[in-house]
């Protein structure tokens, strides 16, 4: 067995997302020397994800960061599916994972908190540091080590280097990594409002998907405001997209009123179902959105990528301590690409798709797989643990 001999160079993470800084905190819990480089100049703090999944707040737990996120967000044990007139299709409750996990619920809170939470936990760490103002634009390897290359011409050392900076990762471009699938032609429209509409929809949980075929959306709580998706269409021109009264009557078609929506934000996103070709080259691994991006439908992109940086600085942990060689690290890139090219992308295409399809023969089987889903325990568990994302962890 070939052993790693320990390194005292640090593990170089570029970019201080959710995925970088999860992957940082697994180091240097460790007391692994680690390096986080960020582009920008402080935490992003724009609003993303909103949405953590059971497994992802168990993982983060244990650096104090799921309390902090609970302290700041919504619990949203169940979800529920709606067709446009507001009857309810399916509602699922994720208590009844309660034996296998110890967060039985989504948690509704932007992921700039989950940020800002590990970045406490790491700056109570003496082994980890993060630099800010840190552009990586190249990535180069030996056997014994890597140089990541900055904006500005200042190169610095590292035993591995972890590109966790985003869907236009440089860390993959320099390695010239295929990031192969496809873009969806709409864009999707979030629409941010702090008008009540659980007062006025019945019934209404914090996570809930509206089937339609003019027009489907959903309607997520965040601690705030409610977040409403739309698809905007590759015909409309965005200035058209952003106009305030088109906006009041994409809101008006959720629930009609005679008072215009107080709007706190607006965003539009083109969204892309992608996955690397590779995880891995040498010394230089991807993980998070460098590595997959999926839309949206059913929140597992960030939380995807944190279980990326939850395996993978478990497997770096033991190699780095002399304990594993380091054909552990092979393990990585085949326990995770299928997740995001099998599961993932599987389960979001087929929420898009449900919601939005004109096909009565689809849209009745839909309907019938939610009621039978509903009716047979044994279903029901399955759905919720394919939902919840512990199925891509080997929970049955
Ligand atoms: C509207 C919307 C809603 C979403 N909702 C959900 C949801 O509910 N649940 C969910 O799981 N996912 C959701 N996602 C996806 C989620 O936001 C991403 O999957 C998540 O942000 C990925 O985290 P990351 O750390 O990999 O990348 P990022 O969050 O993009 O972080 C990358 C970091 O790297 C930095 N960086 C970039 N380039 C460099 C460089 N060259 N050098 C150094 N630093 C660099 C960036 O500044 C940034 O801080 C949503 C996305 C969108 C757009």
């Not at 582009?39 to 104090?64: C, I, K, V, Y």
């Not at 540091?129 to 050392?157: H, K, P, Y």
């Not at 780095?320 to 690409?337: F, K, N, T, V």
Request: charged content about 20%.
């Amino acid at each position: 067995m070939t052993k790693a001999p320990p390194s005292s160079a640090p593990v170089i993470i570029a970019g201080a997302g959710p995925v970088g800084l999860s992957l940082a905190a697994c180091l240097a819990e460790a007391d692994l020397p680690v390096l986080v480089l960020e582009a920008e100049r402080q935490l992003p703090t724009n609003l993303r994800a909103s949405t953590f999944h059971p497994p992802t707040l168990d993982m983060l737990d244990r650096f104090g960061a799921t309390a902090k996120l609970i302290a700041q967000g919504l619990i949203a044990p169940t979800f529920q599916y709606r067709d446009r007139s507001g009857a309810i299709l399916g509602e699922f409750d994720f208590g009844q994972l309660g034996d296998l996990v110890r967060h039985p619920y989504r948690l509704q809170c932007e992921q700039f908190k989950l940020n800002f939470a590990l970045a406490d936990y790491l700056a109570e760490r003496p082994s980890a540091n993060i630099r800010f103002g840190a552009e990586v634009t190249s990535v180069s390897q030996s056997a014994d080590g890597v140089m990541v290359a900055l904006a500005g011409g200042e190169t610095v050392a590292g035993s591995y280097v972890v590109g966790a900076d985003g869907s236009r990762s440089a860390v993959r471009q320099a390695l010239s990594i295929p990031f192969e699938g496809f873009t969806w032609p709409e864009a999707f429209l979030v629409v941010s409002t702090d008008f009540p509409f659980e007062d006025h929809l019945p019934g209404l949980c914090w996570v809930n998907y509206f089937a339609d075929p003019e027009e489907w959306f959903f309607l997520l709580r965040a601690p705030e405001v409610w977040r409403v998706m739309f698809p905007a269409g590759p015909q409309e021109r965005e200035a058209d997209i952003f106009d305030a009264d088109k906006i009041q009557r994409r809101l008006n078609r959720v629930l009609p009123r005679r008072e215009s929506y107080s709007v706190k934000h607006t965003t539009l996103y083109r969204v892309h179902q992608r996955v690397a070709e590779r995880y891995r080259q040498g010394r230089t691994f991807i993980a998070g959105d460098a590595a997959h991006i999926n839309n949206p439908l059913g929140g597992m992109g960030m939380n995807g990528g944190i279980h990326d940086a939850f395996n993978l600085g478990g497997k770096m942990v033991q190699v780095l301590r002399g304990e594993a060689p380091m054909s552990l690290l092979d393990r990585y890139e085949l326990e995770r690409r299928p997740v995001a090219l099998q599961y993932v992308n599987e389960i979001t295409i087929r929420n898009k798709r449900n919601l939005e399809t004109r096909d009565p023969v689809e849209q009745a089987a839909f309907r019938r797989m939610l009621r039978e889903t509903m009716a047979n325990p044994e279903k029901n568990r399955a759905f919720l643990l394919r939902a919840s994302m512990l199925a891509s962890l080997g929970f049955v």
